[in-house]
């Protein structure tokens, strides 16, 4: 499924615009567990991905919590302050150990959680995440920054230890733990400026492309409306029949304009 829109609001100049490309794909998976989803909340655009995880149907229960309690929280106090998101972020979590207590089959699920705040008027960016899916930042075709994996692998590799295939898909925080346990990234926030595009996306996606390649990618499909299309199709044929479930959320940042389109 790809939705793309333009974000803006009737009637006013702003110093910014969004176009917003989502698109998330089952891969060679038996279900879909990851979730998305973006909303424009006043002079806010706030983007949130989780890829779910523990068992039959679990994983996509996870994934739906966390997304859905981080936006209806950040809808009612819409906000770049960091322990302001952090705060979100553990009432998502609290909301996916509440259906875990809720329900017994349940008890394993957990979820990363990825998420990206823009403001228009500020012309300011804001990212948290949990687990290995990632927020990207990009600038044309040069990555300016991006979110580190709080995974096995990627310990082992800032320990310079030998890495083991067994460890890559093990992560040591992930939505669903007890708050003592989890672990939330949260960033500074930010300048952002016509030119720059983002990224979100579950380890589906990055697995099969180096940084260079998806700054290339995004930066020369920018103007092609089935961008997302593209990305997700290079990455399922990458895979060689053994994809995992990919989402992703591109987000181009241009220069103000006048109208939803």
């Known amino acids: 499924m790809e939705l793309t829109i333009q974000l803006g609001n009737s009637g006013e100049d702003s110093l910014l615009s969004f176009q917003v490309h989502e698109r998330s794909d089952i891969g060679h998976r ?3 567990q990851d979730h998305s989803a973006c909303q424009y909340i006043g002079d806010y655009l706030v983007c949130a991905l989780a890829d779910g995880a523990g068992g039959h149907q679990g994983g996509g ?6 997304v859905s309690a981080f936006l209806k929280a ?3 106090r819409p906000t770049q302050d960091a322990r302001q998101l952090l705060g979100i972020a553990h009432q998502a ?3 996916v150990l509440e259906a875990q207590q809720a329900h017994p089959d349940l008890a394993d699920m957990h979820t990363t959680l990825c998420v990206l705040v ?3 008027k500020t012309a300011q ?4 995440h949990v687990g290995d899916s990632r927020v990207y930042h990009f600038n044309n075709a040069a990555l300016l920054r991006r979110t580190k994996d709080h995974s096995v692998l990627q310990w082992m590799k800032d320990q310079q230890q030998p890495e083991f295939p067994q460890a890559r898909n093990a992560l040591y925080t992930a939505i669903g733990e007890q708050a003592e346990q989890l672990q939330v990234d949260v960033s500074l926030p930010c300048a952002v400026s016509p030119g720059d595009w983002f990224l979100l996306c579950s380890d589906g996606l990055w697995e099969h492309f180096t940084d260079e390649e998806l700054g290339l990618l995004g930066s020369n499909l920018k103007h ?3 961008c997302s299309s593209h990305i997700h199709q290079l990455a399922l044929s990458r895979s060689q029949g053994q994809s995992d479930n990919l989402s992703s959320i591109l987000v181009f940042v241009g220069e103000g304009c006048h109208s939803n389109g």
């Open 30 to 32: 038996a279900e879909n």
């Open 61 to 66: 229960v996870a994934a739906t919590k966390a």
């Open 74 to 76: 950040f809808a009612q």
């Open 93 to 95: 979590n609290r909301a």
């Open 118 to 120: 823009l403001n228009r």
């Open 125 to 128: 960016a804001t990212w948290l």
């Open 224 to 226: 092609d409306s089935g």
